[in-house]
């Protein structure tokens, strides 16, 4: 028998379940949010009282969630990070905000002119933008370049990871479709409203239709 097989009772030296020494351990992955910080202990309910379907708190451990002050001005950011180049391409047709209407036309018009012809192709044309813009960051670290300044990220609410592009997709139609289409300010108002109020994860909309969180990051 060869001398390089592991005697009777341990574990070869490459056993990916065997204890490394001190110092040993890979690097964590760049791609989590959560960094290095340590996974939550076995049925610890965490500071925030548990997970959202019972069991141990996914954010125990992890690093505190984004103030939602932070996290408005970092999607203002990404607004104008698009809607104005948008905006200066659409000045030789006419730009994309008309201001046609008269004084007497009542609010039924004015919502008429706004999503029809001229004014629905580009707010089509924003709304792609808009979700190809976020789902593009999301997906690829959890940050848009409004995070990126202020320092955010988005994150999987089961186990921190970057969303993948079903999740990532989906949260920026969730955000953009009714905003851009449908009921722009109160449709940001309830988001806003809900980052402030929403017990224990401080989730808009958008994030608990794709199960994600905005937590700080480096």
């Not at 996974?39 to 965490?46: F, K, L, T, V």
Request: charge should be negative.
């Amino acid at each position: 028998m060869s001398n390089d097989q592991p005697t009777s009772g341990q574990p070869p030296e490459d056993d990916p379940f065997s204890k490394k020494p001190p110092g040993s351990q890979p690097p964590p992955s760049s791609g989590s949010p959560y960094g290095s910080a340590p996974p939550p202990p076995p049925n610890d309910p965490g500071p925030y009282g548990g997970g959202p379907y019972g069991g141990a708190d996914p954010l125990a451990g992890m690093p505190p969630l984004a103030e939602p002050g932070k996290r408005i001005l970092a999607r203002l950011i990404d607004f104008l990070i698009i809607s104005i180049p948008l905006y200066l391409i659409s000045l030789p047709w006419g730009g994309a905000v008309m201001s046609d209407s008269n004084d007497d036309d009542d609010v039924g018009d004015v919502f008429a002119q706004t999503y029809s012809g001229h004014q629905l192709l580009w707010s089509l044309l924003a709304l792609v933008l808009y979700v190809a813009y976020d789902t593009y960051f999301t997906h690829k670290d959890g940050r848009t370049l409004g995070k990126r300044l202020l320092k955010l990220r988005v994150a999987m609410l089961n186990d921190g990871r970057v969303p993948d592009t079903g999740s990532a997709f989906l949260r920026a139609v969730v955000l953009w479709l009714p905003a851009l289409l449908c009921c722009p300010c109160l449709w940001w108002l309830i988001n806003i409203v809900l980052m402030f109020t929403d017990k224990p994860y401080k989730q808009g909309l958008q994030d608990k239709a794709a199960k994600t969180v905005v937590v700080v990051t480096n």
